[in-house]
């Protein structure tokens, strides 16, 4: 039986890749902080479950393959009282970002098209890249400049007659940068000239501690280029929903995109009414959601401040920091930390540098931190990291 | 901004793309017998309901991305009950049935890779290869030969040194055929003979009303070939739930088939709690549900026997009949029924048939009818069509 070159291309992705050191530590008794994954320990609004335990059908039927109106007129409405004039007709429903990603790559890319990411990128997004057969054309963006986009002509020198998209987050994943405008106007400027997409995922929008967070949907000249990708996960903590939404003007766009979702039916029944109830939770709820990832941003950011050797981009949005360690390699270094050390029976996971970046020699002594642990939590992980650090046997400097 | 061939390629839902007349029908105030779509009327097994109302979670997190442990222990067991020695490590949960098979054309094909179906077919197998660059090659089955499969050598001459794989459903959608075992021999034979991968889509095997329904997991020679697709979506009517599963015993494809798994991260946390809770149904239900079905298709068959000009092949599974109308053209007679005929305000919808065709010229007259509506609103809906083929100015004779 053949085994595509597409499917062996695939990459394990590196933050769910270390998963059996971590259950085997578990299982050798040991306690682990996991900052691998993007998994808030935030309580999901209640009107989540409170709408589907309401439910009373006899049948739990098909739903529409666009999505369920009531869902797609408050996601409208979210995005209204930030200015932004979506209609029913330009969002379709989809199983989390994630299924938007790909809908959206599958719409805008055939095999050997090429899409431009700014490495570090979220590890997915080149896994949907590569699942069309399309080809990922990374921007470098380092540590020492903060992660910061580099200027125009050297992501122009990155686009070629085969490029058709730009994928970007903002805020970022896995960096917590949040564009500046100017930075903004360089891609919007690029996306225009050479008319590409850009497929822009917003899903941290709400997570922002430093700046303003502005929006591409405020960009009127991108009307026909922007795809929007949303998702209730993160700003509901409703991660295990997996209901998220593609969001375009362009009319072509949605024609085309509304037979993928016919093909695969429909996102589930129940899923789409919590997530519309989800839109009815009150101001309060992400001001207090925000706070509190505010002090653990703070507090990761004093406490790995402190460790000798280590450097980071200061995360300005979402949830996540990039870390360069002073070590050989950060993927050994993690499986050491769940094999070999522990400080009082604790140790620590984290997502290896390396499956962000789209050569693998890069990243090499780079993590992800995801802060969706509570601060106490924080400070107990940083510092067996900080021991780890002295006792780790490929410690570079 | 640039749209992919892939996506121009495919083609709208024949199941759905009448949807917009069929609601211009109703907002005239017609009513419509669906016998469109495979959403079947049956109320889901209550224990999906009671489950997720149960769950008392704070936070809706991410699941694991192969699935549920017990969801996929639980499908284990219902294998089991059939003979068919499945462990957690061949099984994947999926977004619905569609997920499954989508993963599975993606795991087993490249650009340019050859899928070979029987057609008619279902519609979104065609979609699913295309969306993956894949070719579709087409055996065909006729009205005339009760939609059986064509002898050994006739399938034999379709595959090439592109062919990766066959994808079948049995018992089958949309012509309702149940595979006998010398068929299923002439596939095995032929997918052993060129090393093809063999994908499975049994989600009806509950639903046989003749004969005996015999799965390909019973055959061990297959065990490195086969990829079975199921879902919960037929047998609890819970089509709304979207869970499915991949299931395969060849360890290479299992090695792949989570990189796609942990890209879309995972299933819905609560559908899986929900059909996991399915799984518990007791064989009561099956056998209630069954026989509703088999009076349904005895009445339509009964009924359809009795319009002149109409051919079909018997269905002995499942809940679809492809027929042959004696008109112009399906679509157009179907758009007709709604737009400008009814029986005292009420008419009828159907899928029509050249959608599960690979040549949009064959089945040009013939129409998929779902018998998912009960047995006095079969009678009605088959009087309808009797009277609109009376007076339908495209009638061929």
Partial sequence: MYISNRA??????????LVPFANAAKKAGKKVYHLNIGQPDIATSEHFLEAIRNY????????????DPKLIEAICKYYRQYGADYSPEHVHITNGGSEALQLAVETTCDPGDEVILFEP????????????????????TSVENGYRLPPRDVVERSITSNTTAIIITNPGNPTGLVLTKKEMRMISDLVLKYDLALIVDEVYREFCYEGE??????????????????????????????????????????QQIIKFCQARLCCPTLEMLGATAL?????QYFADVKKEY?????????????LPGVQFGVPQGAFYMMVKFPVDDAEKFAIWLLQDFDVDGET????????FYGNPNF????????????SEDIKKAVYILGEALKNYPGRTK
């Fill in 363 to 374: 990243g090499q002594q780079e993590a992800r931190l995801a802060y969706v642990i509570n």
């Fill in 56 to 67: 009373d059908a006899k049948v739990i039927a098909y739903g529409d393959s666009k999505g």
């Fill in 348 to 355: 620590v996971m984290f997502a290896p540098g390396n499956g």
């Fill in 8 to 17: 062996k291309r695939l990459l394990n992705s590196p933050i769910r890749k």
């Fill in 213 to 254: 967070f502005k929006s591409f949907s405020s960009m009127p000249e991108l009307d026909d280029h922007l795809i929007m990708v949303d998702s209730v996960s993160k700003r509901y903590s409703a991660c295990g929903a997996r209901i998220g939404c593609l969001i375009c003007k362009n009319a072509l766009f949605n």
């Fill in 121 to 140: 990128f979220y590890a997915n997004y080149s896994t949907f890249v590569n699942q069309t057969n399309a080809r990922v054309v990374t921007v470098s």
């Fill in 294 to 306: 505010q002090k653990r941003r703070d507090t990761l950011v004093e406490c790995m401040g402190k």
């Fill in 279 to 283: 839109y009815d939770t009150d101001a």
